[in-house]
């Protein structure tokens, strides 16, 4: 009997520190009865049926992101059905968003191939956040991708437009980037660019070529203004006794020049010096004084071939003499 008092005593001590261990006890929570254990319930079925009804998984990000295309609702145990057609997924692999266009398959369709924009106006906004002026900075582009044969993913090219030039203005260019064809997903191959000063800058390419001389004679491509001012300039005709000479397409010579000769003597001009003689010889020449003195006087072709032209100026007098000599 002592023993059991003894038992009590320490009972009702227990019970009376409880409250200050864990705190009052309230009657009136769930865990007083069974409506806990009943609710826990409740809750858990809830939740599958909103998991079902709206496409996710409560217990994991939203929606559908991962590697593997998905064949059943977020539940994972529910089959796809005619409900879920409009269900977002994102592949984990490249963060590519696809619509479920077909719940039979099912048949996941990629927005990066199906999107399109339909309006009066329509438009398509990139806007770079960072606050900066630096060159080049403030871009944004769109990148075209493909696969290889063995299912290699790489970048082909990219259309870039960022600011042009340091200043804090709203400058812009343009730029296409293209893949050198080892480049991965770093294309760095710049074909043409854009200035907002209404310039086009090249690159070394097929298109424009920047060749002083115009060897190539390439057909299919466009000198720079730099290669052909320094072409044009570098052209000089070759000089002889006094005169010009010059070849046109087709083969016509063009042979001029002026010189001073002693009057009644004859002065030969020696086309050969030139480093060009006519081919035939059917040549024909003029030649005139410039002393109105002497008005009367001519000058007398002497001789005229392929080599020479001898002219005689009749009057004792020297004189400033221009001649032309044209053939083939």
């Known amino acids: ?13 227990l019970l009376a520190w409880l409250p200050i261990f864990m705190g009052a006890w309230d009657n009136d929570k769930p865990a007083d009865s069974d409506a806990w254990n009943n609710a826990a319930g409740f809750i858990r079925d809830n939740n599958d049926a909103l998991e079902v009804e709206f496409g996710i998984d409560l ?43 077909a719940f039979g398959g099912p048949t996941w369709t990629a927005q990066t191939a199906a999107s399109s924009i339909a309006a009066s106006d329509a438009t398509f ?9 630096s060159a080049g900075g403030r871009q944004s582009r769109f990148i075209h991708k493909g696969e290889q044969s063995g299912g290699e993913v790489t970048t082909l090219g990219f259309w870039e437009i960022s600011h ?49 001389t ?5 057909d299919k491509v466009l000198a720079t ?6 072409y044009v300039d570098a052209i000089t005709d070759p000089a002889y006794s006094g005169g010009q000479d010059h070849t046109f397409v087709g083969g016509l010579q063009i042979k001029f020049g002026k010189l001073t000769t002693p009057g009644g003597t004859t002065a030969t001009i020696t086309f050969a010096t030139a480093g ?47 001649w032309v000599a044209i053939g083939y």
């Open 1 to 13: 009997m002592k023993r059991k008092q003894i038992i009590f005593g320490i009972t009702v001590i």
């Open 59 to 101: 217990a994991l990000p939203h929606p559908y992101f991962q590697s593997a295309a998905p064949t059943l609702k977020p539940d994972g145990s529910t089959a796809l059905d005619s409900g879920d057609n409009g269900r977002l997924w994102v592949d984990s692999d490249d963060n590519i968003i696809y619509i479920l266009t």
């Open 276 to 322: 060009a003689v006519f081919d035939n010889a059917a040549i024909v020449a003029f030649a005139s004084h410039t002393d109105v003195s002497q008005a009367t006087d001519s000058v007398v072709i002497q001789t005229l071939n392929t080599t020479t032209l001898g002219l005689l100026y009749s009057t004792n007098v020297n004189d400033d003499i221009y």
């Open 164 to 212: 042009d030039g340091t200043s804090d203005d709203e400058k812009g260019k343009a730029r296409l980037v293209l893949n050198s064809g080892s480049e991965g997903n770093s294309p760095s191959n710049i074909p043409i660019s854009y200035t907002a000063d209404g310039k086009i800058a090249v690159s070394t390419s097929l298109s424009v070529l920047d060749e002083d």
């Open 225 to 230: 203004q730099q290669s052909i001012k320094a």
């Open 214 to 218: 115009l060897s190539s004679d390439d």
């Open 125 to 133: 906004t990139l806007q770079n956040t960072d606050e900066e002026d």
